[in-house]
């Protein structure tokens, strides 16, 4: 059985002392979690604040971004194994914007996977498709090439215990959500892509995210999907009653 994870993509939109008033909002209304695992990913500079205020709660921290390098000079980056020694969770990976903005390639995320691994991190990889490309109607290989790539060298075993997001990008920050049916096909097609990789056990236990536009009012057709597993929320993230309803989608 996959449970449930529900995770907040926050970027770069709150600095500590709004950090430390969420997470403190949030105290007794986390989800049970054996039901749903509830996460809030962050920039390097609120991770702090986000872990001694989610000390001694269910929920569990995510970076935004790591280095493929655990020290060295690498001015300005951020060390997984540092990340690991603060006691962050989960590491999220090769989002659209950081593909784009940032310039990082299939191999980068490959070796930040890799990094966070050997660091005791959890990665969350993110793939999707552009307009454009859903438009040309290849949007599976495109994704399941991104998959391929992120994953090359890992064991099945690191596989089955990751997560992936699916994030098409014309969904992301555009209030334009996947329909149920296109965000299951891609997820579906995630899962047939680890199978072919690895095995049928793999693809049964590696939890995969729908990501773009999801909001209390689509988390539930969403979440209905048998291969959608979880969300990565942007927006509907940044308030604490929204986030809140998000976790709690079950009822
Ligand atoms: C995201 O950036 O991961 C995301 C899904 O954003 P939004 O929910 O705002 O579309």
């Not at 992120?150 to 099945?156: N, R, S, W």
């Not at 994030?167 to 072919?196: F, K, M, N, S």
Request: proline fraction near 5%; charged fraction near 25%; hydrophobic fraction near 40%.
């Amino acid at each position: 059985m996959r449970t449930p994870i529900i995770a907040g993509n926050w970027k770069m939109n709150k600095n500590p002392k709004e950090t430390a008033e969420f997470v403190a909002g949030l105290k007794g209304k986390l989800p049970d979690p054996s039901k749903v695992e509830a996460v809030i990913g962050a920039p390097a500079v609120d991770l702090q604040t986000l872990l001694d205020g989610a000390a001694g709660t269910d929920l569990h921290i995510a970076s935004e971004n790591n280095y493929f390098e655990d020290a060295g000079a690498f001015t300005g980056e951020t060390s997984p194994k540092v990340l690991a020694e603060m006691g962050v969770n989960y590491g999220i990976i090769g989002h659209s914007e950081r593909r784009g903005y940032f310039h990082e390639t299939d191999e980068d995320i490959n070796k930040k996977a890799k990094a966070l691994i050997a660091n005791g991190l959890t990665p969350i990889i993110c793939c999707g498709e552009t307009l454009e490309t859903r438009k040309a109607n290849k949007f599976g290989e495109w994704v399941s090439g991104q998959i391929k790539a992120a994953l090359k060298d890992l064991t099945a075993d690191q596989v089955a215990s990751l997560v992936i997001a699916y994030e098409p990008i014309w969904a992301i920050g555009t209030g334009e959500t996947a329909t149920p049916e296109q965000a299951q096909e891609v997820c579906h097609l995630i899962r047939e892509t680890v199978a072919d990789l690895y095995d049928q056990t793999t693809a049964e236990n590696v939890r995969i995210q729908y990501g773009g536009s999801m909001k209390p009012a689509n988390v539930k057709e969403l979440m209905a999907q048998p291969d959608i597993d979880g969300g990565l929320i942007g927006g509907a993230s940044l308030q604490p009653d929204s986030f809140i309803e998000l976790l709690h989608y079950q009822g």
